[in-house]
């Protein structure tokens, strides 16, 4: 089993910056995808960054792109959120999520999410 922690969420001004971290622990592999998930109240949840773990690479939603910056360390386990330049629009619970997949990436793990809220 994997458990991922999500911690450094909070209230924020519009244009102010947060970093949310992810802790993983239990049986990781080092092949797995970590994903950074977001829902607004009365929205369905949608997807923000990810980040291959071996490779570094990562891919983000349009709507974040040029803000957002997903990031990892390795020796911690742990997957950050850097997030500046926030919008009212980017207030949601911002979920970490692992998974793995070639074409399509299933998440199976979790987290269990952390407030956003950015005042205007």
């Known amino acids: 089993q994997v458990q991922l922690v999500e911690s450094g969420g909070g209230l924020v001004q519009a244009g102010g910056s947060l970093r949310l971290s992810c802790v993983a622990s239990g049986r990781t592999l080092s092949t797995y995808t970590m994903g950074w998930f977001r829902q607004a109240p009365g929205k369905e949840r949608e997807f923000v960054a990810r980040?291959?773990?071996?490779?570094?690479?990562?891919y983000y939603a349009d709507s974040v792109k040029g803000r957002f910056t997903i990031s990892r360390d390795t020796a911690k386990n742990t997957v950050y959120l850097q997030m500046n330049s926030l919008k009212p629009e980017d207030t949601a619970v911002y979920y970490c999520?692992?998974?793995?997949?070639?074409?399509?990436?299933?998440?199976?793990?979790w987290g269990q999410g952390t407030q956003v809220t950015v005042s205007s």
């Open positions: 980040i291959n773990w071996n490779g570094g690479s990562t």
């Open positions: 999520a692992q998974g793995k997949g070639i074409v399509t990436i299933k998440y199976d793990y």
